[in-house]
């Protein structure tokens, strides 16, 4: 990575490991990348034990992401430090709970968002250091929690005004969004699968890219199980998406010489190429219609994320019962802040336990 910033609180280098990779081992470590383990994905506790959650979801993320900065000669240390980061400041019950969590924020005139979430996780909460807060990450990594999935402009948020805001991240950074596209596309279509939400007829009809690998499947394999023939397909669909991935990127790069270049650069420069991107639309359409929106999921989002500002009220009420960091005294925050701040680091099953002690229905 050219002209690297550093860390905010300087330290010795180590013999072995360079910036990006001691960053990506601080995140692994980190108390919030364990509890992405028991953090929904899309299905929700007790539906199955195979379906993805948020940890596999960001290992996913990450061999993707690793594998296309290798192809595209970027700087893999750091590509991967970002994967890894990349959903460590969601709240409970993923999108659902981080849209109830925003909307109280919004009561007292601010917001949540789990990006800029995740950076106050590792410059605030974690604190395995004894010579600084924080996990003392590198700007680039930190620059690229709070910008990787969208850019900012000078005054927009206060709080990230170190960030450069205006300017485009690093290519690293922009490939982590188009990455995690991928890799919850096709798990979304596997594990929709499994849940029997997604008939391969229907995604042969509805997506083209689809329809056509899962074709050349029963051409290949005519007596496999559909089961294997559907994995076959979504190995092919990765394969297209990432492929065209680094095309469409690449084919935007043309006439760039650097890091600046890119910062200023109008657009972003990591891309679908143009068929890539509209097959991605038809998946995610086609989830959206058979998946997110079946009558299963919204039942069972609304039956856990809902008792949020139930506990949002609890807390605001009796704030003696908030942990760790969000106590009072141990936080200048104010109180809506703490709270928010301690849900939003609950899993899952903690949520769900703290729910039944503070008799929140």
């Avoid at 690297?4 to 910036?19: F, I, S, T």
């Avoid at 968002?113 to 700007?139: C, D, Q, W």
């Avoid at 492929?243 to 200023?264: N, Y």
Wanted: charged share 30%; with cysteine; net charge negative.
């Amino acid at each position: 990575m050219e002209r690297a910033r550093g860390r905010r609180y300087p330290e010795l280098a180590h013999p072995y490991r360079n910036e990006f990779q001691r960053d990506r081992d601080r995140i692994v470590h980190a108390r919030a990348f364990r509890r992405l383990e028991n953090k929904t994905q899309v299905f929700t506790p007790g539906l199955s034990d195979h379906f993805r959650n948020r940890l596999t979801h960001t290992i996913e993320v990450s061999q993707i992401a690793r594998t296309v900065a290798a192809a595209l000669g970027l700087d893999e240390d750091l590509t991967e430090a970002l994967a890894l980061a990349h959903d460590i400041g969601h709240p409970p019950f993923g999108h659902s709970g981080e849209g109830e969590l925003d909307r109280m924020m919004r009561r007292f005139g601010e917001s949540f968002e789990h990006n800029r979430h995740a950076l106050r996780i590792v410059e605030s909460f974690e604190n395995p250091y004894a010579r600084f807060p924080g996990l003392n990450l590198t700007f680039e990594v930190r620059e690229g929690i709070v910008k990787h999935s969208r850019d900012f402009v000078p005054g927009e948020f206060p709080d990230l005004n170190e960030y450069l805001p205006g300017l485009k991240p690093p290519l690293e950074a922009q490939l982590i969004d188009l990455c995690d596209e991928i890799a919850y596309n096709t798990a979304d279509l596997d594990d929709g699968y499994s849940a029997d939400l997604v008939a391969p007829e229907d995604a042969a009809r509805e997506v083209a890219k689809f329809g056509e690998l899962w074709d050349a499947a029963e051409m290949q394999f005519p007596g496999a199980e559909e089961e294997v023939r559907l994995k076959e397909v979504v190995r092919g669909l990765i394969n297209w998406l990432v492929t065209g991935l680094m095309a469409g990127t690449v084919a935007a790069a043309d006439g760039l010489t650097g890091l600046e270049d890119i910062r200023r650069n109008g657009a972003r420069i990591a891309r679908f190429s143009p068929e890539t991107a509209a097959g991605s639309t038809e998946l995610k359409r086609f989830l959206r219609e058979h998946v997110y929106s079946s009558e299963e999921l919204v039942r069972s989002r609304r039956e856990c994320a809902g008792k949020i500002p139930a506990l949002f009220q609890f807390f605001l009420e009796h704030p003696e019962r908030l942990h760790g960091p969000h106590r009072e005294g141990a936080s200048a925050e104010p109180l809506h802040r703490r709270v928010c701040d301690h849900i939003a680091g609950m899993t899952d099953g903690f949520f769900l336990k703290t729910c039944k002690q503070a008799g929140v229905a």
